[in-house]
């Protein structure tokens, strides 16, 4: 809410100030590119991104929050230097967007003129020093397992002319009347420090919700903890989407010495006779 209202206020602000200022300088920034960071030779995996959103900094002052592509006024001119830093829809939350703490800021020196337009297109890449646990589902041994007790699907890699559009293998599942739940989980045994930021990056196509979760498992026990829902999509409009999960709340609130597992659950829906799940580029990231 705090967010909607700041946001709110810029966008007052800045029709006050062009009335008042009739000849801005403009600022246009095009969609994000994300780059291979050349220290990890490819282990921060398939570049696949969904960097939606900019914080606009201009001389170290924030100018706004904004969604790109964009167009906006600046009430300066003259040499300035410019930050833009990446930023996400945090958990799929349009309302929550926040930095994102593993990309780099894009950072430019730029001479505003009035009643001219500045245009960038920034670029970005995975910091130094991340750790990544990847399944981009591109070996037959895959670190996604079916669940023996409760799945009725199971999982098959897939490669066709239809594939998404990085990599040759995505993970398929299609639930029916037979199969009609899939519950899966990664063995990846994470052991992720508290207290530091951590997120699952997921590529994803489904035509039923998918609950992801995080296991907690301990010597005390092992805990699911249920998290983000992906979203139902139209068959007539479905495409490969990509979601940011922010994982950190939950590894704090773990007991001592937990590692963690991520967890996939899918049953087909009322009404429907088939649907089909597709998953790609598990990413676990963090410090």
Same mark, same amino acid.
């Given at each position: ?55 606009? %900094? ?33 958990? #799929? ?6 930095? %994102? ?14 009643? $001219? ?21 591109? $070996? ?6 079916? $669940? ?18 990085? #990599?040759?293998? %995505? ?12 519950? @899966? ?7 992720? @420090?508290? #207290? ?16 992801? #979760?995080? !296991? @907690? ?10 998290? !983000? ?28 010495? @937990? ?29």
């Amino acid at each position: 809410m705090k967010l909607i209202l700041i946001l709110c206020s810029l966008v007052f602000l800045f029709s006050t100030c062009i009335k008042n200022n009739p000849d801005p300088s403009w600022l246009i920034v095009n969609d994000w590119t994300l780059l291979p960071n050349s220290n990890y030779a490819g282990g921060e995996g398939e570049l696949t991104e969904n960097i939606s959103e900019a914080w606009v %900094y201009i001389d170290d002052e924030l100018i706004g929050v904004f969604q790109v592509p964009f167009k906006i006024p600046i009430l300066k001119t003259g040499a300035v230097d410019i930050k833009l830093f990446p930023a996400i829809k945090n958990n #799929g939350i349009s309302a929550s967007k926040k930095v %994102y703490p593993f990309m780099e800021t894009f950072q430019i020196n730029g001479v505003l003129i009035s009643n $001219d337009t500045l245009i960038i297109s920034p670029t970005t890449k995975y910091k130094d020093n991340l750790n990544f646990t990847i399944e981009d589902f591109e $070996d037959i041994n895959t670190n996604l397992i079916n $669940d023996p007790n409760t799945s009725a699907a199971n999982f098959s890699l897939v490669n066709s002319n239809l594939q998404w559009f990085n #990599g040759n293998f %995505y993970a398929h599942i299609g639930l029916n009347s037979v199969d009609s739940t899939w519950v @899966a989980y990664t063995n990846w045994a994470s052991y992720i @420090a508290k #207290g530091k930021e951590v997120y699952l990056e997921i590529d994803y196509r489904n035509t039923t919700n998918v609950l992801t #979760g995080l !296991i @907690a498992i301990s010597p005390s026990g092992t805990i699911p903890n249920p998290h !983000i829902t992906l979203q139902t999509q139209d068959t007539s409009t479905v495409v490969w989407k990509k979601i940011y999960l922010d994982l950190r709340e939950m590894v704090g609130a773990s007991a001592n010495g @937990a590692y963690f597992e991520q967890s996939f659950e899918a049953y087909l829906e009322d009404g429907l006779t088939s649907s089909d799940i597709e998953i790609d580029n598990l990413k676990l990231i963090h410090f």
